[in-house]
């Protein structure tokens, strides 16, 4: 990585601003004379309103209680009004359309429309210096503020964020000393007191579909992510503050915990690090935690690390190279006292962009012309660590990778899919216009090829592009973890989650190839009127028009054999046409349509017992089955079922989530009853723990789950599966693809129904991301399809909703979903089979991680004894094993918590550190 300079002081820089003349720019970027400001810290403007004149009580210390989001809108609108330093607006609106508000605050001479606008262009220009000479950049740096964004409450549970950032705005916008005068001479402060304003109504971490928002950053599937990135995209920012809170009464902020991401430039990184002085030296209270200092203290690098790719500070470092950070504070502490730190970290933060924005834009220009010389060369940036204690365990490999190309044979509105996803993020991405030769090749799935004949259609990235850190990040076959730490997943390749076909090369090819304005799809030519128009349903895009097509009522029919769905000619309007190209079908012209007819499914949403409805696949399901395919989903209970209810039996279609119970709360007579609609030809579609076994404790399969081995870890990875095509689920899949595995349940093969995605026996077995013991997986079932009667228990062993972005997975879904009846071979004998009957007796493997995993520390096999002492402390439930010359501590975690909502896992992690227990690796 490359070091950032240090350039300036903050007095010299100050003393710039206010002599050096202009030089080029417009009056908004002008090296104008710093605002007159004075020495009296309490100095403020009486015409902004205090938060205690608006809301009836002070913000941080006084403070009692939190505030509302009506009263968060309502202040945002008194300082606006009342402030010539303020300018608020709306970045979207949230999934009960509730605004998420912004204010954007500085010197009044910036936030002036044309100024505004004219600060942004110049930001924007800084990334990208085939555009901006090493001269205007320097002078941009000189002239111009910084931008940093104060953010908070993405977990709507985690409040005192917001609160400090009403705080923070009062005092820009009503301060007269000459530290607010340097804050809003030097910068422009974007403040985001929400993210999560459904939330934050419900004090839950989630938002109204159960979405963890500070997961959702690189897929940007909730609309309040998406619309909060297209501020970002306007604003680009240089600091970044997220602000979160946690258990205990304790402060955290960065330097941050291993991994770091090796994308992340080095710049970004010593700001980070360096912001955490200031913030050291700005916190008060009582200083940093120690031995005896427990309480209203602040630590650093445990617990948040800044290695996966959806967080609220990894996405604004990696892909707009900002210093992005999160802070978090302990919810035990007093409202007044959350508040209150949340603003001292906040204001010292701004106080330390201010004083260094030169430098900060100065290295700003600087990570973008690294980033563009090392696409150039094709250079990956090696893996480091932050912490003193650590090592870097895994370096990244010796790869040189030029380009990507994403290959139009197959999944092509998934691809185009990818594309947007890349040009959102302002990656340039090509269309081939003619068959270019890459003499080395790298396929995804752990491959190489030689002479490989790119098609026209495919799409090329190539690195020679300033977002090259981002490219990779998201495109990468492996993230190549440097310290084998993760409190979320370990893989988040966008084409594998694709199943895409795609390949990268260290060769330099020049394809002739059109850049990337707009999405590709609808019509490609006239049909006759009689005629038809096709797609082939092989994607979730596709899937997604299917769906939206039979809930409008238009008549489709589907070939079985090819997987290509026809709609009439004479019903193609032009809003079925663009909402074909919205997603990157192309519809061709075709005969007549012929095929089976496509029935909307009546899909009932189990929510009985062990079901969340709050959180995990049950929102999922809401969200893209309800409202991206537009299904009506009912509610079904476990009396639905048990009684037999028209809640039930009404549904064709009952998908069960994962969930915490083993038999869903049925009776034998609703294990029956369930059993006896399946027979009528509806159904079944089971997820993950509790979809798979209340299947299995019906007699629905014959599969059964295979203990974990004490060392296996399968940390959100990818893996290769093979897929047998003769069944429906597997319509327009290719006979290999891959999946996503998170520590989910290892079934073994049914031997009475279809085994439609296996994990390989062979040599072709691959995963990727980190795993430990995953042999274990070879020969076992990803996805059963197993007829009973007329119908069938569709059964993943994963989650194929997983956060919505797991797009292979819910093609799938939608296979199983839109199941012709009655398919060829289907099996017709009612009732439960001996092997069926023998795995419902089978003992229930305990669910040890709930709807996620349980907490994981490797210890050196010597160190297990005083590991063991110090986790008794926590909880009684750990259970030690040993393999080799490791000992492994599993700690269940049956509300399937992430480590950083758990209550006690950061903790037990510090107390093992504090105790000098080396770890070798610790999953949550």
């Known amino acids: 990585?490359?070091?950032?300079?240090?350039?300036?002081?903050?007095?010299?820089?100050?003393?710039?601003?206010?002599?050096?003349?202009?030089?080029?720019?417009?009056?908004?970027?002008?090296?104008?004379?710093?605002?007159?400001?004075?020495?009296?810290?309490?100095?403020?403007?009486?015409?902004?309103?205090?938060?205690?004149?608006?809301?009836?009580?002070?913000?941080?210390?006084?403070?009692?209680?939190?505030?509302?989001?009506?009263?968060?809108?309502?202040?945002?609108?008194?300082?606006?009004?009342?402030?010539?330093?303020?300018?608020?607006?709306?970045?979207?609106?949230?999934?009960?359309?509730?605004?998420?508000?912004?204010?954007?605050?500085?010197?009044?001479?910036?936030?002036?429309?044309?100024?505004?606008?004219?600060?942004?262009?110049?930001?924007?220009?800084?990334?990208?210096?085939?555009?901006?000479?090493?001269?205007?950049?320097?002078?941009?740096?000189?002239?111009?503020?910084?931008?940093?964004?104060?953010?908070?409450?993405?977990?709507?549970g985690e409040k005192s964020g917001a609160d400090a950032a009403l705080k923070t705005l009062y005092e820009l916008a009503a301060g007269l000393s000459c530290a607010v005068a340097e804050r809003n001479d030097s910068l422009v402060t974007i403040i985001v007191p929400t993210q999560n304003p459904d939330g934050r109504d419900a004090t839950r971490r989630q938002n109204e579909f159960g979405f963890d928002l500070n997961r959702d950053w690189f897929a940007r599937t909730q609309q309040e992510t998406d619309g909060k990135l297209e501020l970002l995209r306007r604003y680009p920012p240089q600091v970044f503050i997220d602000a979160h809170e946690m258990g205990g009464r304790q402060y955290f902020f960065p330097p941050n915990a291993d991994p770091i991401h090796h994308e992340i430039a080095g710049e970004a990184v010593d700001w980070i690090n360096r912001i955490g002085e200031a913030n050291k030296a700005g916190f008060g209270f009582n200083g940093a935690c120690d031995e005896t200092v427990t309480t209203e203290c602040y630590f650093n690098y445990d617990t948040y690390d800044m290695f996966f790719m959806g967080y609220g500070d990894t996405v604004p470092t990696t892909g707009f190279g900002a210093a992005g950070m999160t802070y978090e504070k302990g919810s035990a502490s007093a409202v007044a006292d959350r508040v209150q730190q949340q603003f001292h970290t906040q204001w010292s933060t701004l106080g330390w962009a201010a004083a260094h924005k030169r430098e900060v834009l100065d290295g700003y220009f600087d990570i973008w012309t690294d980033a563009l010389a090392q696409g150039r060369a094709g250079t990956l940036e090696p893996n480091e660590v932050v912490q003193p204690t650590n090592e870097v365990q895994f370096p990244v490999p010796d790869l040189t990778i030029r380009s990507y190309f994403l290959l139009p044979d197959r999944q092509l509105a998934d691809v185009r899919q990818l594309v947007e996803r890349l040009r959102r993020m302002d990656v340039e991405v090509y269309e081939v216009q003619k068959p270019t030769r890459v003499p080395t090749a790298r396929v995804f799935g752990g491959r190489s090829a030689t002479n490989v004949t790119v098609p026209k259609g495919a799409y090329w990235i190539p690195m020679d592009q300033p977002q090259k850190h981002w490219i990779q990040a998201i495109m990468g076959e492996d993230p190549y973890v440097p310290f084998p730490y993760f409190y979320d997943v370990s893989s988040w390749s966008n084409p594998l989650l694709m199943g895409i076909n795609t390949i990268y090369t260290g060769d330099t090819v020049r394809p002739r190839a059109e850049l990337v304005r707009t999405v590709s799809g609808g019509r490609s030519g006239a049909a006759w009127p009689w005629g038809s128009y096709t797609y082939p349903l092989d994607s979730a895009a596709a899937a997604e028009l299917t769906f939206t097509l039979l809930g409008r009522g238009v008549p489709l029919v589907r070939d079985l054999t090819t997987s290509t769905v026809a709609i009439p000619a004479a019903k193609l309007s032009r809003t079925v046409d663009g909402l074909a190209e919205s997603l990157g079908v192309t519809l061709t012209p075709g005969g007549r349509p012929a095929g089976t007819r496509l029935d909307l499914p009546d899909v009932g949403l189990f929510q009985g017992t062990g079901i969340s409805t709050t959180s995990g696949s049950h929102g999922e399901a809401r969200y893209v089955l309800g409202k991206r395919w537009g299904l009506d989903l009912k509610p079904v209970t476990t009396a639905d079922i048990n009684d037999n209810t028209e809640a039930f039996t009404g549904r064709t279609v009952l998908l069960v989530p994962d969930g915490s119970s083993a038999t869903g709360g049925l009776t034998a007579a609703g294990q029956a009853n369930l059993r006896d609609w399946i027979g009528q030809g509806h159904t079944y579609l089971g997820l993950r723990n509790e979809g798979t076994?209340?299947?299995?404790?019906?007699?629905?399969?014959?599969?059964?789950?295979?203990?974990?081995?004490?060392?296996?870890?399968?940390?959100?990875?990818?893996?290769?599966?093979?897929?047998?095509?003769?069944?429906?689920?597997?319509?327009?899949?290719?006979?290999?693809?891959?999946?996503?595995?998170?520590?989910?349940?290892?079934?073994?093969?049914?031997?009475?129904?279809?085994?439609?995605?296996?994990?390989?026996?062979?040599?072709?077995?691959?995963?990727?991301?980190?795993?430990?013991?995953?042999?274990?997986?070879?020969?076992?079932?990803?996805?059963?399809?197993?007829?009973?009667?007329?119908?069938?228990?569709?059964?993943?062993?994963?989650?194929?909703?997983?956060?919505?972005?797991?797009?292979?997975?819910?093609?799938?879904?939608?296979?199983?979903?839109?199941?012709?009846?009655?398919?060829?071979?289907?099996?017709?004998?009612?009732?439960?089979?001996?092997?069926?009957?023998?795995?419902?007796?089978?003992?229930?493997?305990?669910?040890?991680?709930?709807?996620?995993?349980?907490?994981?520390?490797?210890?050196?096999?010597?160190?297990?004894?005083?590991?063991?002492?110090?986790?008794?402390?926590?909880?009684?439930?750990?259970?030690?094993?040993a393999k080799n010359d490791s000992a492994y501590v599993v700690i269940p975690n049956p509300q399937g918590l992430q480590v950083d909502e758990h209550p006690f896992a950061r903790d037990l992690v510090r107390a093992l550190n504090a105790a000098k227990v080396p770890l070798r690796s610790v999953v949550g």
């Open 1 to 156: 990585m490359v070091p950032a300079r240090r350039l300036a002081s903050a007095a010299t820089i100050a003393l710039l601003l206010g002599m050096v003349p202009l030089l080029g720019g417009t009056p908004a970027a002008s090296a104008a004379p710093p605002s007159r400001c004075s020495d009296d810290p309490t100095a403020r403007l009486s015409t902004v309103p205090t938060p205690e004149n608006v809301l009836g009580f002070p913000l941080g210390a006084g403070q009692e209680r939190v505030v509302t989001n009506d009263e968060i809108r309502t202040y945002l609108g008194a300082v606006d009004r009342a402030s010539s330093r303020v300018v608020t607006g709306v970045a979207t609106t949230s999934v009960l359309g509730q605004p998420l508000p912004y204010a954007v605050v500085s010197n009044e001479r910036h936030v002036r429309p044309a100024a505004l606008r004219q600060i942004a262009d110049d930001v924007r220009d800084l990334r990208d210096p085939r555009r901006t000479s090493a001269r205007t950049a320097a002078r941009t740096a000189k002239d111009s503020p910084a931008i940093v964004w104060v953010t908070a409450n993405v977990h709507g």
């Open 693 to 881: 076994r209340v299947a299995r404790a019906a007699g629905l399969t014959s599969t059964t789950e295979k203990t974990k081995p004490a060392d296996y870890l399968v940390i959100g990875s990818h893996l290769r599966v093979d897929v047998d095509q003769d069944s429906p689920v597997a319509l327009g899949r290719p006979a290999e693809d891959f999946e996503f595995n998170n520590s989910d349940p290892i079934l073994t093969p049914s031997t009475t129904g279809t085994n439609v995605l296996t994990y390989p026996t062979g040599d072709t077995f691959w995963a990727n991301g980190y795993t430990v013991g995953a042999d274990t997986l070879k020969g076992t079932a990803a996805v059963v399809d197993e007829p009973t009667g007329a119908g069938r228990a569709v059964l993943f062993a994963f989650n194929p909703l997983f956060r919505a972005y797991n797009e292979n997975g819910l093609h799938l879904v939608a296979n199983a979903l839109l199941y012709p009846a009655n398919p060829p071979g289907a099996r017709r004998t009612p009732g439960t089979d001996a092997a069926r009957a023998s795995a419902a007796a089978a003992p229930v493997t305990p669910d040890l991680g709930g709807g996620w995993r349980p907490i994981t520390i490797q210890v050196a096999a010597g160190d297990l004894p005083r590991t063991r002492a110090i986790v008794e402390r926590f909880t009684a439930d750990a259970r030690a094993s």
